[in-house]
């Protein structure tokens, strides 16, 4: 166990729906990514929150939007999903690096959450 | 446009001898390197990772080495073991702060007994 929890670990839905992606990272992490990995492709970046705050930002379409909760958990939100949007997500937590200066980049990802888009 | 690049989808390997898995990058302000294992429904697990002022960092059966030059890093595991058998993600950020780490594709390691 990781310590990073997502939920739900499958879904599947249908094209045009939309879908919450929930994330709770590791205990005293402030750091927060999510990652898409599609059929042959490596992880994509999508969106970074740090202590509830945007810090980064990816590859996320418009239809994809993300926000990070006071009590640090974060949510992935997926709408007007389309067929190609069928991928794992990946949320991913770090350290704080006024904390850990050095290795704060050193993500813990979670076992991800399965999405079926049919 | 890939900025880091795993050119090999597989690799098949021998127990007991060297797995060699290849990284390139075309981004010359990357300063840190990082390694990645993922088992089947896991999330990927940090394994090691390389600061842009070292040519060589080794961890038990795991060596990184970088030649900034070429923009090349490598993993050395050996030996090769069948518990090593599983999708390794080569990947880059431009610090050591947190920053977005910029993945691979993968390798898929097959150590065959």
């Known amino acids: 166990d990781s310590g990073v929890t997502q939920t739900p670990k499958h879904l599947i839905t249908a094209t045009g729906q939309r879908v919450t992606l929930r994330c709770s990272p590791r205990s005293g992490d402030l750091s927060v990514y999510w990652y898409q990995q599609s059929l042959d492709q490596g992880l994509q970046f999508l969106i970074q929150y740090y202590n509830g705050e945007e810090r980064a930002k990816g590859n996320i379409l418009e239809r994809f939007s993300a926000q990070q909760f006071p009590d640090l958990h974060s949510e992935l939100n997926l709408s007007s999903l389309e067929l190609g949007d069928s991928a794992l997500y990946f949320c991913?937590?770090?350290?704080?690096?006024?904390?850990?200066?050095?290795?704060?980049?050193?993500?813990?990802f979670g076992a991800g959450s399965r999405l079926t888009v049919l | 446009d890939q900025q880091v690049k795993q050119n090999s989808p597989s690799l098949s390997v021998q127990e007991g001898r060297i797995s060699i898995l290849n990284c390139d990058y075309t981004?010359?302000?990357?300063?840190?390197f990082l390694w990645y294992k993922k088992y089947p429904a896991e999330g990927p697990t940090f394994l090691i990772s390389?600061?842009?002022?070292?040519d060589k960092n080794e961890d038990g059966r795991f060596t990184v080495f970088l030649n900034k030059s070429a923009k090349h890093l490598s993993l050395h595991i050996v030996p090769s073991q069948p518990g090593d058998s599983a999708v390794y993600f080569c990947a880059a950020s431009l610090d050591s702060g947190n920053t977005p780490l910029v993945f691979g594709k993968g390798t898929r390691l097959s150590v065959i007994a």
């Open positions: 981004n010359s302000m990357f300063d840190y």
């Open positions: 390389i600061s842009s002022i070292k």
């Open positions: 991913a937590s770090s350290v704080d690096p006024e904390e850990k200066p050095s290795g704060a980049n050193v993500l813990t």
